[in-house]
């Protein structure tokens, strides 16, 4: 079902740029979509109790009950629903209309800046919103992820050859940002099968130190390893991951939490922590009495970062 | 009066570079586990263990942290108030003995003790098992040597995979921090007996 592809496509003008790294099924086949147990399916009354393991929608293999299961299914039941909105409005609109140049709307919600627009562009930006929010169907996920979060425009600044020249330019170098690289790649949920291939791990090493080479002031700071090896399993080619990466750092996520003195995160931690006292005083004054170092900064620095 | 017994909590801090295998260590000791799988810690996470030293239970709460250069900013917060510190490197890996002067500064600078010079640390050379040793890189007499320039701090060489070494490693950190504690004379490092029992539970951040 997540079988790693490993067909190269021989006229391409470089193979790695373009190819598919894994494949995941189209949500439009049900089938392919409901769990499968691993363990055979008991008539027994205590079956709730039952553990068994499932492969999840990016190939990770979970542990839970019969109930988690049925939660589960119900999730993808929905998603599944959800597929068939975007592929009627798809009929109706044609293909790729959600990738349309956007509005810009300053201000927050409502508020256009642009007077002359077209009352198309604006239903389709309304609605687009509205789908999003209720989830993307996974397959639709490259497409729209790379459009809606601007990592297709910043793609489109530089010349086509870029990833790739930057890629052949890290080759070979070892840096400090390489070598923590390389402790961390077999550390990476190692729990996925294409992550613990050679072939994954090699893809996730180029996109994280392309990266590193690309923000020297940001480099490669653990935990950005996760987020680098999802946007794979997600994006499905290593181009696409390595320009959502640059995007959620240099545009979309709180930038200095990354970088060398971490100043984001103990920005967010003091924001956090004036929060929960405001919110759940009692939580505090529990770490407190129980000597957990909360007095100058929650123990929260991973929920910053990854 | 067994109830009135206070229970001493002792705050341990391992510190050292990426990869030294310090989440291994903790976890052998605490869960006695040992997985290849392990995530790269991401800021710090601490587990908790009871022990009996000279018939006095302690609970010692064993901090891990991220090995990457850039999280010792957030150190001060999880060094304060530390009762000893182990400093770990992979018997493997040159780089990761190299840098421990740079750790054990660090930590005196951020934690800042009130004895710097007498503060307890240990040191603890990991994965000696890795290749039946064919691939060690530090010698034993050179950790040696660096353990007696800082002060004769205690060594020990241990495989968190194995479970070489490890309990005894923790028994004498325990040991010293628990003399660090009876000089410190702090007060409010004691938790009355008949708190809830904190016994190994993972703990830090659920995310």
């Known amino acids: ?306 | 009066m067994e109830s009135l017994r206070r229970r001493t909590l002792l705050k341990v801090i391992v510190l050292g570079d990426s990869g030294v295998g310090k989440t291994s260590l903790m976890n052998q000791y605490v869960h006695k586990k040992f997985s290849q799988q392990y995530k790269a810690t991401i800021g710090a996470d601490f587990l908790t263990k009871e022990v009996l030293i000279e018939d006095r239970l302690v609970t010692l709460q064993i901090w891990d942290t991220a090995g990457q250069e850039r999280f010792q900013s957030l150190g001060v917060a999880f060094y304060r108030g530390a009762d000893c510190c182990v400093l770990v490197y992979d018997v493997n890996a040159k780089r990761s003995f190299n840098t421990l002067g740079t750790w054990h500064d660090e930590f005196i600078n951020q934690a800042g003790p009130s004895d710097p010079k007498h503060f307890p640390f240990i040191l603890v050379g990991n994965k000696v098992d890795q290749d039946a040793g064919s691939r060690r890189v530090v010698p034993e007499k050179k950790a040696k040597d660096w353990c007696a320039s800082k002060g004769n701090i205690p060594y020990f060489e241990t495989s968190a995979k194995d479970d070489h070494n490890v309990d005894d490693a923790f028994l004498c950190i325990a040991k010293l921090a628990l003399e660090h504690e009876h000089d410190q004379d702090i007060y409010f490092k004691t938790v009355a007996e008949s708190a809830p029992k904190t016994e190994e539970q993972p703990a830090g951040c659920a995310c």
């Open chain 1, 1 to 306: 079902m997540f079988g790693i592809q490993t067909r190269d496509v021989a006229d391409d003008f470089n193979p790695r740029r373009r190819k598919t790294l894994w494949n995941t099924p189209p949500a439009s086949m049900p089938a392919a979509h409901t769990i499968r147990y691993t363990t055979p399916r008991k008539s027994h009354a205590n079956t709730h109790h039952l553990s068994v393991k499932f492969e999840d929608l990016y190939g990770f293999m979970v542990k839970g009950n019969v109930d988690d299961v049925n939660v589960l299914n119900e999730v993808r039941e929905r998603i599944r629903q959800q597929g068939r909105v975007w592929w009627a409005l798809e009929a109706s609109k044609g293909a790729n209309w959600y990738l349309q140049p956007r509005i810009s709307s300053n201000g927050g919600e409502g508020v256009i800046s642009v007077t002359s627009l077209k009352l198309s562009v604006l239903t389709n930006t309304i609605t687009l919103r509205r789908l999003i929010r209720k989830g993307v169907p996974p397959v639709l996920r490259p497409k729209v992820w790379l459009s809606v979060s601007g990592a297709a425009k910043k793609r489109s600044t530089v010349p086509e050859t870029y990833y790739d020249e930057l890629i052949r330019a890290t080759e070979g170098k070892t840096t400090p940002a390489t070598r923590q690289i390389d402790h961390d790649l077999p550390r990476t949920f190692p729990c996925h099968p294409w992550l613990n291939s050679e072939e994954g791990q090699a893809s996730l090493r180029r996109v994280l130190a392309g990266y590193s080479f690309r923000d020297s002031e940001v480099g490669y700071c653990q935990g950005l390893n996760y987020v680098a090896a999802l946007l794979l399993l997600v994006m499905k080619t290593e181009e696409d991951a390595f320009w959502m990466l640059a995007v959620l750092l240099e545009d979309v996520l709180v930038r200095d939490c990354y970088t060398d003195n971490l100043s984001g995160c103990h920005v967010e931690q003091r924001v956090f922590k004036d929060l929960l006292a405001k919110k759940c005083p009692r939580m505090v004054l529990v770490s407190l009495l129980q000597n957990i170092a909360f007095r100058d900064n929650p123990p929260g620095v991973g929920c910053f970062i990854q």
